[in-house]
């Protein structure tokens, strides 16, 4: 029981730590944090959904052209609504994202109303049965592919030269603009990457759970929490608290009390910041007068 | 005549790095108390120290007799010691007045009961407050921007206005963090006076920091030197002029 | 007095005619101003006045409709009790949740852990169900303002009026004061503040504390409104809708606070009939200002006149 709920919260932690992972480098290359992006998490499921039903695309096509389309997204959400209030407070990031998170929730809920929607399948697959333990189809296909993405990112970071510079942009703006880096650029992309990353995310967790306008709302909670818990701003971090709060939620819900599964990510949030704010990786982060 | 400030070795460690180390002496009241050295030589770190916003790891201070180390900045302010900051500590949304009546805080004596019920007594003091926030600002020729945003203000204005507000309520020991930084010469000459005049004939204690060199030996009557930390010289401009160990500290630094 | 000062006043005045104008439905939606008025300038004084990204304005204003709606239940306690009820235990809440900013938890980790507050909040009133009723709600007896039933809008609207109006001088009183100064100077340079005598920490918790009360007593009016408390109207999607108000009037402005209540209650109402087009709206609405008018709608109030610029004083 232990090990099959230890496989059940890799495989939903993985999608967490996806998720955070892409909140983070939004975060660390423009210090917001997109408040909206649970909301886009949604959209790009709702766009493969969209794809693969209304267009007939077969899946995997589907699913690249959705993160593409959130790439291009992030893009104009940099350009068009980030970069003209960034002379302002900035709170005022917080609010635009949520803003367009809401925009995107209204929408997809005029669009489909109450309805909830399951995605197609990916693919039919028996499940292994080691023992005990029930491997799905759905939960290793996730831990998969997640795994791929997570090496390629973290190659592309740290062995790349274009990894370099994100390193570079990431430590300072000032210099990077210095030696010739295109800042705008920079942000742009780097929202591009985020909600793609994002995307990925949601279209990972769609076979699993059921397409709804207010998915985004869990996303967001949970990118949070794993970004708390791993240290606001560590990209590993992030990717450690995702899979963590995965696992935990399985135990919590098995364990303690069903009910708390929906509400593990908040008690991370509260245990950690009331007890080391800095998260597993992360720096201090308290002003004391 | 008893001493304002006295400061008994007193020292900042930030994790390894010494700051400030064994600084002792005396301030007095009606004395202007110039701190000199190179940049990183701990003056702020001084300041900050004796205001409370950095602990000292060694050493005592006492204020007009009283300890003063390890109080929270808040209380060595109620006691008397106001000081100005480096980056500006002006309130940018707030207009010159208010910054002016936030400075008298402590003197207005509404209660919270009579603020909110818009009591007799509390409106009163709020009133009184408010008449000598613009006396003060008119004394100093800043009535008529009272009513704009500091953030509006030119920077010799604001350094004005944080001034009066820093002096409002009349604190014996003042902390000037380099006053004069990004005024024009004749503002700065103006700053001055104004500084001589506080002592001389308010007699309020003042200290400041200051990197204009011209300025602190014709203005102060006290001048000590940091470097590194350490305290290398303390005394009136005519000896720290010819002072070696000084003459050194600056070399490097035209 | 001065000719604005005198506006403010005349407005509830005129206001008292309102029942005779309005039909049931409409007076309904004027209640619920009312009631978001207070919402609003409770949660504008933390996030506008104090500058701190303290989200727990639904934990408030649930926190205040239950205390009201278990107390009249439970208790049988007249509502005018339950009224101070809610906003002790406003209060109180908001007391808990300065303790965070005192702790120098700042920006989004504080934001997070106040959202996180009112996320458990929500939890305790869904899975409380011996007391709360869980998602069904909690029907409310009907309430007597006094020896005046609220059997209608329009006895309702009448207490509301008053409630509001009384808390929003309350509210403005405080602010022009050295502790409204205080408190903004806090927003504006925390250091300086110290430097000038100024317990920080005191003040923090007088605005977190003050917030806190005025959203209680705004969740009490809520569960008269609504006569049945759920737990989802206090939610994520709720506190945005806070936020927008704040927003959208005006930061850190008591007028701006009336403005973005007023507002934002009557077009979402209007537009509740099609599911999605209140959030798609909203989110629109939230978008174009800050786009084009970030200092809200209480800036368009000041370019006809200065005199509508928040001040810390009184003449």
Redesign the interface.
Known sequence: MFLQLTLSGLAQGAIYALIALSMTVVYRATTI?NFGHGDFVMAGAFAVYVLVIYLGLPYVPAAILAVGILFIMGVGVSRG?ID??KS?P???F???S??????????????W??EVFPMPQVFDMEPIFLGDLVVTGDALFICAIVAILLTVFFLIFYRTTIGTVIQAVYQSERGATLIGVNVRAFHESMWGAGLAMGAMGGILIAPISLLH?DLG?SFL?RG?AAM?LGG?GSLGGAVVGGLLLGVAEQYFGAYINT?LI??TA??V??AV?VAR?AGLFGKT????? | MEPLLELQGVSVNFSGLQALANVTFNAHAGEVRAVIGPNGAGKTTLFNAISGYVPSTEGAMHFMGKPIHGLAPHEISAMGVRRTFQNGGLFPEMTALENVLTGLHVDIDSSFLGIVLGLREAREAEREGLARARRLLDLMDLGAIADQPVKDLSGGQQRMVEIVRTLATEPPLLLLDEPVVGLSPPMRDRMMEIIRRLAGEEGIGIMLIEHVIDLVMSGSDIIVVLSSGEMIAEGPPDEIRQNREVLEAYLGHA | MSRLQRIYYLIPVVALVIPFMANEYLLWVVNAMLVYILVTVGFNLVIGNLGQLAFANTAFFGIGAYTAAILMVYAGIPYVLAIVASAVAGGVAGFLASVTALRGIRLYYLAIITLAFGELMRWVYLHGDKVTRGSDGLQIPQPSFFWIPLDSEMPKFYVFLLLTVLVVKATSNLMRSRIGRAIVSIRDNEASTASLGIHTARYIVVAFVWSGSVVGIAGAMFAALIERVFPESFGLTEIIVHFGMVLVGGTGSIVGSVLGAITLTALPEYFRQFPGMDELLFGVIIVLVLLFLPKGLVSLLCRISPAFNERYYRE
């Open positions: 944090v609504f003209p209030i302002g900035h709170i005022g917080a609010m635009m949520i803003s367009l998170g809401y925009v995107l929730r209204g929408g997809a809920r005029t669009l109303g109450r306008p709302a909670i949070f708390t606001f009910a929906d509400i908040y008690l949030i509260v910041l704010p982060v308290t002003v004391r007068m």
